[in-house]
């Protein structure tokens, strides 16, 4: 089956700290790749996305890129603020007839800390 | 709207009680779809919409788990005699289209926070 593993958390930095959350997938055709953003209190947010390997997504400072190799999609961001404190997912959708779905990681809080 | 909406935000209950969860997509939006989030548990996928029809409805976690869409817009989650283990938050989500669009992107709402006592 399809599946996402996060690295657990939580994971708290201080400010201008460099972020990696480790985002490992598994499935059964070629996906596209996601990372959503839970910020308190509000509701997910597409944070930035890649479609074919090698593709590199970047928003807000954050970048994941599509490694078909490792089957990865880890995320990073060179120097993190206290705004970024929040929960972070890791997400696939495959393409074709099952393309309606996304799987999600369990999630990784962030709490980064002046 | 301008966003995904999603009542109540909020919503204390008695174990055995019924619960109605309404999400309101974004407009021009087809796909329609509802998750659940637990602590611990990441989230799951409950059902999708595509208009009026639900064609894949393998999250639901029992027949006491419903939902329904109308007009190809506002979607209703009923949830009926409430157990402890239902206690979650319910997140729905929109995307224009549905199949042969790997890459839409879901836009989720605030999501309604279900507490069953």
């Known amino acids: 089956g399809n599946s996402v593993t996060q690295m657990e958390g939580p994971v708290t930095l201080s400010e201008e700290a460099f972020l990696t959350i480790n985002c490992t997938y598994t499935?059964?055709?070629?996906?596209?790749l996601f990372w959503y953003v839970q910020y308190p209190g509000e509701g997910l947010q597409l944070l930035l996305k890649a479609t074919k390997a090698d593709d590199k997504g970047s928003n807000k400072g954050f970048e994941a890129t599509y490694r078909k190799e490792t089957t990865s999609f880890h995320l990073e961001k060179g120097s993190v603020q206290v705004s970024d404190s929040a929960v972070y997912f890791c997400?696939?959708?495959?393409?074709?007839?099952?393309?309606?779905?996304?799987?999600f990681g369990k999630g990784t809080l962030l709490t980064v800390n002046p | 709207g301008a966003g995904v909406s999603q009542s109540p935000s909020n919503k204390v209950t008695e174990k055995g009680k019924d619960v109605e969860l309404r999400c309101d997509p974004i407009?021009?939006?087809?796909?329609l779809y509802w998750y659940r989030q637990s602590l611990g548990q990441g989230l799951e996928f409950l059902i999708y919409f595509q208009g009026n029809s639900a064609p894949d409805k393998s999250g639901l976690p029992s027949d006491r788990f419903s939902a329904e869409r109308t007009g190809g817009s506002v979607s209703t989650l009923t949830i009926q005699r409430t157990q402890q283990e239902d206690s979650a938050v319910y997140l729905c989500?929109?995307?224009?289209?549905?199949?042969?669009?790997?890459?839409?992107?879901?836009?989720f709402g605030a999501g309604s926070r279900l507490t069953v006592l």
């Open positions: 997400a696939l959708r495959l393409s074709g007839g099952s393309n309606y779905k996304l799987t």
């Open positions: 407009s021009g939006h087809t796909a």
């Open positions: 989500a929109s995307s224009l289209g549905g199949v042969n669009s790997g890459a839409n992107v879901l836009t």
């Open positions: 499935a059964t055709g070629y996906p596209s």
